[in-house]
């Protein structure tokens, strides 16, 4: 992958010349374990992650996920190809699961560990996942889940498992008895975390026989029928990432002296592309197990003094906002990236201004396998862009009949390359529309590119609401209300929100005249994750409409 940062379909000779980006190419014909033992033996006893003041090795990641990956397929008898779904938040673990998954050949899964029973079923069966590996914490609500699924295995495990005694100990009992965060669940075949290593330990290796074109992972995202759809990656959608982010960010950063720091969920493409590139570099990587616990979050920033972090625009604004964060030492910041959401100009340069470090912003979605666009970090780049296509990735701007536009003129941004998705899974239909001929990815954004090559959103093809940089679906939050016996339509849209950038407003017609905003809220708590709750609940006696009944949403934006 020689091609340099910043060429795509459009002419070459109008970019900026990032030929000095490119470093160690990856080989395209590996696949993803393939890269991820080799980088683990490569690094050997460098430390690899680091959470709650204990670290793993990279020989302990690659010794524990073979464990593991021998008991998945010789234990537990799972055939390759079959699904395996992850519900963790990032803790020590996260990186054995995922490369013994990898491994073993079979298909990784990241379930987002907030959803409720609702969220983890749908998810659990449209996947028709053979094994879940979840942490008590979120037992209850798996137990409550299973029902309906293919699942067979049930992998548990608690946060102070990879912990030494008598810290594991402590941790799991603090968790359970004085901050009451495990709920009593009971999962009648499930296998325990340390059982399932020390077995693995005892049974033959396993070899992965994957091939380049196999599918590694299902990403999760939303769909027009509110319900959401796996994005089927294979193993050449993280390896073509990595290599595009190896040069466009291999030359500023060092890992033999540089940490990285991982505070978004794993089970986002971002934070889950973080990981990947910290362990094929050899960066010691620092996982936050909740961003929300803001004490936590700085003690790790300080404690860690990371030059990589990535983050979304509501958490670099909380950060801003902290007393705590301004006393710290920010000489350590050497790359700051933002994604998911549009970057605020004046967040921006407050954080340029108090740690001296510019935030470099990029483009990317879940079928794009995250970034395929980023900001130059050596240079000044225009406001408002997200970028330049990165490597292996070609990008043109065109309208509903295909047809690409002019240098200039707005349209909706679509990609293709090695990085996109091959489809959705079990979605014929899906997959058709959202491709144009030639195997042009359309990604629903509306975009224009400039002269130099330089990308820049407009607007959203969809109605999708952008929460903190997750993508919340109307239609999903439509769904769940209108199960409500009392509700007779609902519809949300987004609206501004300082603090997420935007926020779910939900305006409804009652079907009960005595419906009140609690009851809904309680019925929306019930049924969705804390980030699709609705800030504003309002009541109306009508909803505007079509000629053919469709609600217009745009009115009510």
Avoid at 246 to 268: A, K, M, N, S
Avoid at 275 to 303: C, E, K, W, Y
Avoid at 485 to 492: D, I
Avoid at 499 to 523: F, I, M, N, S
Wanted: include cysteine; aromatic fraction near 8%; charge should be neutral.
């Amino acid at each position: 992958m020689d091609q340099p940062f910043g060429s795509n379909v459009r002419s070459a000779l109008a970019q900026p010349d990032f030929s000095d980006f490119a470093s160690r190419a990856f080989d395209q014909g590996q696949t993803l374990p393939q890269l991820l033992i080799a980088a683990c033996q490569r690094w050997g006893k460098r430390p690899a992650v680091s959470n709650l003041d204990h670290t793993l090795s990279y020989d302990d990641i690659n010794q524990q996920s073979a464990d593991l990956a021998a008991y998945l397929r010789h234990g537990l008898k799972l055939a390759a190809g079959e699904r395996v779904a992850i519900m963790l938040p990032n803790l020590l673990q996260y990186p054995v699961a995922l490369l013994a998954v990898l491994r073993a050949d079979l298909v990784a899964v990241l379930v987002n560990p907030l959803y409720t029973v609702r969220e983890l079923r749908h998810q659990l069966a449209d996947s028709g996942a053979a094994l879940l590996i979840v942490l008590d914490n979120f037992g209850a609500v798996a137990a409550e889940a299973l029902t309906g699924t293919a699942v067979r295995h049930v992998l548990t495990t608690r946060v102070g498992d990879p912990l030494p005694w008598p810290k594991s100990w402590l941790v799991d009992a603090t968790l359970k008895y004085r901050k009451k965060a495990i709920a009593p669940f009971r999962i009648s075949s499930a296998v325990r975390w340390p059982i399932a290593l020390a077995q693995g330990r005892r049974m033959p290796r396993v070899i992965s026989q994957a091939r380049p074109a196999d599918a590694v992972q299902l990403q999760y995202t939303g769909g027009t029928t509110g319900l959401s759809k796996g994005a089927v990656l294979a193993h050449t959608s993280p390896l073509a990432n990595l290599a595009s982010a190896e040069q466009c960010f291999g030359r500023l950063l060092d890992p033999r002296v540089d940490t990285t720091l991982i505070c978004l969920p794993i089970y986002h493409i971002a934070a889950y592309s973080h990981l990947l590139f910290a362990i094929t570099q050899g960066f010691h990587a620092a996982l936050v197990s909740n961003p929300r616990d803001f004490p936590a979050l700085v003690d790790a920033l300080r404690q860690h003094r990371p030059a990589f972090f990535s983050a979304v625009n509501t958490l670099y604004d909380a950060l801003l906002n902290s007393p705590a964060f301004a006393q710290l030492d920010h000489s350590h910041f050497k790359l700051c990236l933002q994604g998911g959401a549009a970057l605020r100009r004046g967040t921006a340069e407050r954080w340029q201004a108090m740690t001296g470090c510019r935030v470099i912003e990029g483009y990317g979605l879940s079928e794009t396998c995250a970034a395929i666009t980023y900001n130059r970090w050596d240079g000044p780049n225009p406001v408002g862009s997200v970028g330049l296509a990165l490597a292996e990735v070609e990008i043109t701007v065109r309208v509903e009949q295909g047809r690409e536009v002019a240098t200039g003129e707005p349209g909706e941004l679509c990609a293709r390359g090695p990085h996109m998705t091959t489809g959705y899974w079990r979605q014929v239909e899906e997959t058709r529309d959202a491709f144009f001929e030639g195997g042009w990815f359309r990604t629903g954004d509306i975009a224009r590119v400039d002269e130099q090559g330089y990308y820049f959103l407009l607007d959203r093809r969809k109605d999708m609401i952008l929460v903190s940089g997750f993508n919340v679906y109307p239609n999903e939050i439509e769904d769940v209300v209108g199960m409500h016996p009392g509700v007779l339509e609902a519809a949300a849209v987004g609206m501004p929100d300082e603090k997420c950038g935007e926020a779910v407003r939900l305006v409804l017609v009652r079907k009960d005249p005595g419906l009140t905003e609690a009851e809904v809220r309680a019925h929306c708590r019930m049924h969705l994750a804390g980030y699709k709750q609705p800030k504003v609940v309002e009541f109306r006696d009508s909803l505007p409409k079509s000629a053919v009944g469709k609600i217009l949403r745009r009115e009510l934006r």
